[in-house]
């Protein structure tokens, strides 16, 4: 795979060694030194040349995919009724409608007479007929007609039949009104255009059948609210009390009975959903730590305890746990991906950004074509990607195959992360400049821990929940912005920093402030170009 972006890290599994009384984050089933050709001989994702702070987190990786293990279709990860994609419906259903009317209006010399009926439904007519009763003592003195809803006119009689009597029976008009719309008012008018002789429209009707357009699914709500970030991680802690009133909460369920109440396929999904166990309870598995951690970076309340979040009471976290168990990273991205979708585009969630303060090298096809699929379902749902570079100390990823950071889409955003001080890139950061657009704060950031604790951590993994809290300000400042546009304008924001210059494209870092500007006086019309990435 050429990568024509900046290369970015997944997650790694949390290896932090700060003095705590807490228990370390899990650490992914597997640890790796991808040894390559490059500077001593390492490829710079665990060089270990540079000390790193004591209270360092590495990006989780999650557990590699199993081979010989076959690869599940993407139905396999669709949720509840109202799934992603809908197949095998039949397209229509037919319909048979009557209506009738009795006038009993008197037909006069050299006048015209009209009456209505109705349809109210909308069906799409394979056939249709007249059903009339017109006396008249002399029907050649008369013209009738039949006028559609939409205004189409079909002749029933044109002063045929000479000086015999009446017009009635029943009279085909199939071919004239085929494929007209049944619903609304149809007109029949009768005039007679000679002298001595009259009649009366006693009665009149029509039996049209066809098919409705199909079965219409309810129409899903708009997303509502406030943004609204998913956090890819271990489970967020929703009961610490910096975050219990940051959590998104799902409206359709009711916890704790056990039920799937939204029918998403998904039972008692509170706060989210647990990707590696296949249920509600987001806080089951390995790196809670990292999740809770990197939740309350983003949307930690400002109640006057530990640490504020970026964007406190402007943003909800959804939490999308256990991705370092069960199933392999890949697949449980996968899922992951699915679940918020469908909770964006079925259930007005309104999920605009992700969070995913992890990944990995994958070196084949395959897997590459499965991410890049993932993160395009994020792309065609408006959801924008915010993923972290690798813990490389100081590595290039330039020609890392690293997902998801380094796809290129428009809707993918990569970090890096610069020291404590803001003034230059973190000794612990990878960069490169075809690959990473920007670099936020990721040392010595002090956030929640679950239990109600707070701890200081450092990685890329900090850095980009910073980044994501910023898009969901940008968000709630204008939610007619696009993902792409709002990763547009953090990059045409930054603020350029001599120390980041080849190394990120952008050569800055974030610049909070200027991008919430940006998006409050962004105007979408006409369209803008989203940047190359």
């Known amino acids: ?21 807490r228990p370390e984050a899990p650490a992914t089933t597997e640890s790796r030194v991808v040894a390559r050709p490059g500077k001593n001989g390492t490829d710079g994702f665990d060089s270990g040349k ?12 999650g557990q590699r995919p199993d081979p010989s293990a076959p690869v599940l279709p993407a139905t396999a990860f669709a949720f509840g009724p109202g799934k992603v994609s809908i197949a095998g419906r039949d397209a229509s259903t037919p319909v048979t409608l009557t209506a009738s009317a009795t006038p009993n209006a008197a037909v006069k010399d050299l006048q015209t007479v009209t009456s209505t009926v109705s349809f109210d439904q909308d069906v799409a007519l394979d056939s249709l007929k007249l059903n009339l009763d017109l006396p008249h003592t002399y029907r050649g003195d008369l013209v009738v007609k039949l006028t559609s809803p939409s205004g189409k006119t079909a002749t029933v009689s044109d002063r045929q039949g000479g000086n ?10 199939s071919t004239a009104f085929k494929g007209e719309s049944a619903k609304g008012t149809w007109t029949l008018s009768v005039e007679d255009k000679a002298r001595a002789d009259t009649g009366t429209l006693k009665s009149w009707g029509l039996e049209a059948a066809g098919k409705t357009a199909g079965p219409v699914d309810p129409k899903p709500p708009k997303p509502t609210g406030e943004p609204i970030v998913a956090v890819f991680d271990g489970g967020v802690d929703f009961k610490h009390a910096d975050l219990d009133s940051a959590m998104w909460t799902n409206p359709g369920e009711v916890a704790g009975d056990g039920i799937d109440n939204d029918g998403n396929g998904v039972k008692d999904d509170i706060h989210g959903f647990n990707v590696g166990f296949n249920s509600g309870d987001v806080m089951k598995g390995q790196g809670t730590d990292h999740g809770t951690h990197v939740a309350g970076i983003i949307a930690a309340e400002d109640n006057g305890q530990g640490n504020t979040g970026i964007a406190a009471g402007k943003a909800k976290v959804m939490s999308i746990g256990g991705l370092y168990d069960g199933a392999d990273l890949l697949t449980n991205f996968e899922r992951g991906v699915d679940y918020v979708v469908n909770m964006k585009q079925n259930h007005g969630a309104n999920i605009r950004a992700l969070n995913a303060s992890f990944g990995d090298e994958y070196r084949d096809a395959a897997s590459q074509a499965r991410w890049t699929a993932a993160v395009q379902k994020l792309a065609d749902a408006d959801i924008l990607l ?42 612990f950061s990878s960069h490169g400049d075809k690959v990473v657009e920007l670099a936020a704060v990721g040392e010595d950031v002090l956030s929640t821990v679950p239990g109600g604790d707070w701890e200081k951590m450092s990685g890329t993994s900090m850095a980009t929940p ?6 969901a300000l940008m968000f709630a400042a204008n939610p007619d912005l696009t993902a792409a546009q709002v990763r547009d304008l953090l990059v045409k924001t930054v603020e350029v920093d001599p120390d980041l210059k080849g190394k990120v494209s952008t050569s800055g870092k974030l610049d909070i402030a200027a991008a919430v500007k940006a998006a409050k006086e962004f105007v979408a019309t006409p369209p803008t170009t989203v940047a190359e990435r």
Not at 12 to 19: A, K, L
């Open 1 to 21: 795979m050429t990568v024509t972006r900046k290369p970015t890290s997944l997650p790694s599994p949390v290896t932090r060694t700060q003095e705590s009384t």
């Open 50 to 61: 540079t000390a790193r702070p004591s209270n360092f987190v590495d990006r989780p990786t």
């Open 164 to 173: 015999a009597d009446d017009v009635k029976g029943t009279f085909d008009l």
């Open 386 to 427: 915010v993923a972290a570079t690798a813990n490389g100390n100081g590595s290039n990823m330039n020609n890392v195959a690293d997902m998801p950071a380094n796809l290129n889409l428009p809707n993918v955003l990569t970090v890096a992360s610069m020291d404590r001080n803001n003034d230059k890139l973190a000794r």
């Open 466 to 471: 910073t980044v994501a809290a910023a898009a």
